[in-house]
């Protein structure tokens, strides 16, 4: 019987198996279960003939962090020098004891007290560039659910994981207005509810496609990934994209009628390195060729999700990334607010008013006001009792068009007369001001 922490021997003499592990400072294997100890004797033909140690635990227990596997955490705490987080999942298994992992950027002062206890990463396993910029509230969150690596089973006890991949990091997230975020790039996070933008080490979703996927694709399949090439590169892609990224962009086409997996990731990494210059474009709104490009990355995305789920869904998950890269770009390319403000057309019709001109109109305004007057009346003295022989649909219609011919005349007689009064005074004070 052996309790976690024992040494079961050294690993120069014996392989460590379930319920155990190796530390690296010492080269000693430890037995991190309660439980009997086992010695299995390597196969005849295996070229490592050590004895494989492991510890068969005497009740149930749920998945052990081991060096290679990847961890899902929810964090607790974030300081400044170090994130709290509880393991949940191992790989595709929920754990059943509470591992608290530990995200920090500097071991200098890490004390080993309870064996649950996994140490996630230092400053350099947080991300991969940029490891002298590493904030802790710039890369987590309290609520945050991250996907991390296990480096090593660490120091005596302790388990060491990493985020510094693509696909590790943050994978969901909630903000401060109750709405899970969506990522909209490496570091940042945006709520669809407010629009805040929040940083963050943001996981990708990356997954790698077999080299002859496309190539397997039913016939139907492949003339939708035809389809999908040529939204992608028809037109005057070069004119409109520039040169760089529409030879890109023409390439990862080709590559696609051809059924080029390989060449075809090779190509969409190369998207991903013009990512900063892309989105520096974007940002300045002076390349209107980034809203070409998100455009074009819609419509392909489209054709994507057109093939409906093939496989393990890798076809949707390509259309989702291309449909949602395409609608940032497109969105973001949107020219910002400048101090220089655009010239405004302005014309002016410029006539001379005199008091000649000024009498004429008069005349005109008064001629007219008694052209409504005589109408209005001429209307009004209509009698009644000769609509009587209509029937009530055209009773109705002729009895509105009276009132609204009356009311329009009347209004048009006194619009007229205030015009009238208008222009004459108008015409003596500039006749009063020529003499």
């Not at 669809?192 to 933008?197: D, R, V």
């Not at 962009?249 to 997996?261: C, G, I, K, P």
């Not at 305004?365 to 000769?386: D, K, M, N, T, V």
Request: charged content about 20%; proline content about 4%.
């Amino acid at each position: 019987m052996v309790t976690p922490g024992d040494v079961l021997g050294k690993a120069t003499e014996v392989k460590a198996g379930n319920g155990a592990y190796v530390a690296k400072h010492n080269g000693l294997v430890y037995a991190s279960l309660t439980g009997l100890l086992r010695t299995l004797s390597p196969p005849p033909d295996s070229p490592d003939q050590r004895p494989t140690v492991e510890v068969t635990g005497h009740k149930a227990h749920g998945a052990v962090p081991e060096s290679g596997s990847v961890v899902i955490a929810r964090v607790t705490k974030v300081m400044a020098r170090m994130a709290s987080a509880d393991i949940m999942c191992i790989g595709p298994k929920s754990v059943k004891e509470k591992f608290t992992g530990i995200i920090r950027l500097d071991f200098a002062s890490i004390k080993l007290k309870d064996p649950r206890i996994i140490y996630l990463n230092r400053q350099q396993d947080v991300r991969a560039t940029e490891i002298d910029k590493v904030d802790m509230h710039s890369s987590f969150r309290p609520g945050d659910i991250v996907r991390a690596l296990v480096l090593s089973l660490g120091d005596a006890r302790a388990y060491f994981l990493s985020t510094a991949k693509n696909e590790l990091g943050v994978l969901s997230a909630e903000s401060t207005a109750g709405g899970t975020m969506i990522p909209i790039s490496w570091t940042e996070m945006q709520c669809p509810l407010t629009g805040q933008i929040e940083q963050r080490k943001v996981a990708k979703d990356c997954f790698d496609l077999p080299s002859d996927y496309f190539a397997k694709l039913p016939g139907d399949l492949r003339l939708d990934l035809n389809d999908a090439a040529f939204d992608l590169s028809n037109g005057p892609v070069l004119d409109e994209c520039g040169q760089e990224l529409g030879e890109t962009l023409l390439n990862l086409s080709r590559a696609w009628e051809v059924a080029d997996t390989s060449t075809s990731c090779t190509l969409a990494n190369k998207l991903l390195a013009l990512e900063s210059s892309l989105t520096d474009s974007a940002r300045s709104g002076k390349d209107k060729s980034i809203s070409t490009f998100g455009k074009r990355l819609i419509s392909a995305g489209s054709r994507f999700q057109s093939m409906g789920q093939y496989g393990q869904g890798e076809l949707q998950k390509i259309a989702k990334a291309m449909i949602t890269t395409g609608k940032l770009l497109s969105a973001s390319s949107v020219p910002t607010a400048t101090n220089a403000q655009p010239k405004q057309e302005t014309r002016m019709l410029k006539v001379e008013v005199t008091p000649a001109k000024a009498y004429i109109g008069t005349v005109i305004g008064f001629g007219f006001g008694i052209l409504s007057w005589e109408l209005a009346q001429g209307i009004q003295s209509i009698p009644e009792s000769s609509l009587q022989y209509a029937n009530d649909n055209a009773l109705l219609l002729a009895k509105s068009l009276r009132v609204a011919l009356i009311a329009t005349f009347y209004s048009s007689t006194i619009l007229s007369a205030f015009t009238v009064v208008g222009l004459f005074l108008l015409g003596r004070r500039l006749a009063s001001k020529e003499k």
